[in-house]
């Protein structure tokens, strides 16, 4: 095989100073561990750039009723940073889409049962500041973007 076909793994950040190898392009093992644990923001973006279905923060209603992790500091009306936990994209027929596929609401695989908001400009700049969030891959989750795609049809 000539060396232009070979594709060179990148290190993109990873949740809880976790990092990935993955493969720029090849969903495999490592990128659904990278676009579901740190980068799942990335790889939404990238999608909702490509298709312009809207984004989507998967909450987590628990800690909004915990002072210690909630407090008073809502980032948008009604949500505290401890609620946000996966970024989505909303294809036009209401499915839910990451990096494992597309699922019915409610149903995206590790966040079953808890339900979505829809990204306004104040969440993703708070997600884009947030030291709890990671700088987005985007060159890498780019990359992903036709192959999902691809794999939802």
């Excluded at 829809?118 to 780019?142: G, K, N």
């Amino acid at each position: 095989m000539p060396l232009a076909h070979l594709v060179t793994p990148e290190t993109i950040p990873g949740a809880f100073g976790q990092s990935f190898a993955v493969t720029p392009g090849r969903i495999d093992v490592a990128a659904l561990e990278a676009f579901t644990s740190g980068q799942c923001h990335a790889l939404a973006r990238a999608v909702s750039d490509a298709t312009g279905w809207p984004m989507a923060l998967i909450i987590d209603d628990e800690c909004a009723y915990d002072p210690d992790t909630c407090g008073d500091d809502d980032i948008a009306t009604g949500l505290c940073a401890c609620q946000l936990q996966h970024v989505i994209v909303i294809r036009p027929d209401g499915q839910h889409v990451d990096i494992t596929g597309a699922h019915a609401p409610g149903a995206v695989p590790g966040w079953e049962g808890l339900r979505a908001v829809p990204v306004t400009d104040d969440l993703w700049q708070h997600i884009t500041d947030s030291p709890d969030w990671r700088e987005p891959a985007m060159d890498v989750a780019r990359t992903f973007v036709a192959p999902l795609l691809a794999s939802l049809s």
